[in-house]
């Protein structure tokens, strides 16, 4: 079962990234096709082209190596194995080549046909023999560990216009009290991300957020707020997290370690140095039964992120700017709905639908 899932997955990727829909629409996996062609229409000029610059020669150096890791990677397969295809994959749908393009097809097959020991783990990833459950060696493959953790449920995943959802139940990994634990993470646009947390439980419990930042370079910025604020800044780019929902508190910035690649012994290669990470905690002050937050995420460039604004009005939460806003509406029956600069996208009851 565990097997089918992996090759699902990677062929999944793989048609997004390649496949046309019936419809001729391209089935894009990073941008929709207006925004492709505003991107390559605004060329060097465009904001996020110094990045895509770099990305686009680290895959190129890549693609020198037929396999999937190359003589610069200092980690298993399984380590850098979403890095280097999502690169090359956003590579592909930005500038296709024949290098870059045979390259990616050539690795998303090796990917679906590794056998089922490479993609268990070795024991300290909670398999023990036998039957091939737990958690993945390969977990920086799964973006949504929901895949494969026992219990986790993918009930939602969409693109629909300008918006893009993603949805999880992971109550039963967690295990009782909880009764329900839906994550809904919905991006609109490219500046705007809302994630939505509805979480019911048989007994009132107090609920943590964590938010790990990534101060690898010594570069980071950051700022904080009560009672559920941060705003995070790098060379080029700003991001601001605000919290609604039930009453909490911010607990941080605390020092720690953001790792390359995990191991089960200390003070290996891979181990990021004390202070390349700052944590925050939004921690829950009161224990409730049900409750559901939102976090509502704003990504700009510096000069641009100030003028961006987010607010709460009952169960609509709205993030934008004079150019246009976007707002998203979290009904007490559990129906989402997205209100954009130009349309409205009905999102639904995610516990109604199951993937």
């Known amino acids: 079962m565990m097997k089918k899932k992996v090759v699902f997955f990677v062929a999944l990727a793989a048609c997004m990234v390649f496949a ?13 096709r207006t925004e492709v062609q505003r991107f390559i229409k605004d060329g060097p000029s465009a904001p996020a082209y110094e990045i895509f610059a770099a990305i686009r020669s680290r895959v190129q150096q890549r693609t020198l190596s037929p396999s999937l890791t190359d003589a610069s990677a200092t980690t298993g397969w399984w380590h850098h194995a979403s890095e280097y295809m999502t690169d090359a994959a956003l590579v592909h749908a930005l500038e296709p080549t024949n290098p870059v393009d045979t390259w990616l097809r050539a690795n998303v097959l090796d990917l679906v046909r ?4 490479d993609w268990a783990g070795p024991p300290f990833r909670r398999h023990r023999g036998g039957v091939m459950t737990g958690n993945l060696e390969t977990a920086h493959i799964s973006w949504d560990s929901t895949l494969y953790a026992p219990g986790g449920k993918r009930l939602m995943c969409a693109s629909i216009g300008d918006v893009r959802v993603v949805s999880s139940d992971v109550s039963d990994y967690y295990g009782p009290p909880l009764k329900e634990f839906i994550r809904t993470t919905v991006l609109c646009g490219s500046n705007v991300i809302f994630v939505v947390d509805r979480i019911s439980s048989e007994v009132p419990v107090k609920a943590n957020w964590n938010w790990l930042l990534d101060n690898r370079d010594g570069d980071l910025g950051y ?13 080029g780019a700003s991001m601001r997290i605000t919290r609604f929902g039930s009453e909490g508190r911010l607990v941080g910035p605390t020092w720690a370690m953001l790792h390359d690649a995990y191991h089960t012994l200390p003070g290996r290669f891979c181990e ?7 944590s925050f905690m939004m921690a829950e002050t009161e224990a409730l039964e049900n409750r559901t937050c939102v976090h509502v995420i704003i990504l700009d460039n510096p000069d641009a992120i100030s003028a961006r604004t987010c607010s709460r009005d009952k169960d609509s939460y709205t993030a934008g700017n004079n150019k246009g806003s976007w707002t998203l509406m979290a009904l007490d029956n559990g129906t989402i709905r997205v209100k954009g600069p130009s349309d409205i996208t009905e999102i639904g009851n995610p516990s109604e639908h199951s993937l």
């Open 20 to 32: 046309k829909e019936a419809s001729g629409k391209d089935a894009r996996l990073f941008a929709t």
């Open 272 to 278: 990021g140095r004390p202070g390349s990470g700052v």
């Open 114 to 117: 590794k056998p089922v020991s």
């Open 223 to 235: 700022n904080w707020d009560q009672p559920g604020f941060i705003s995070a800044s790098r060379p």
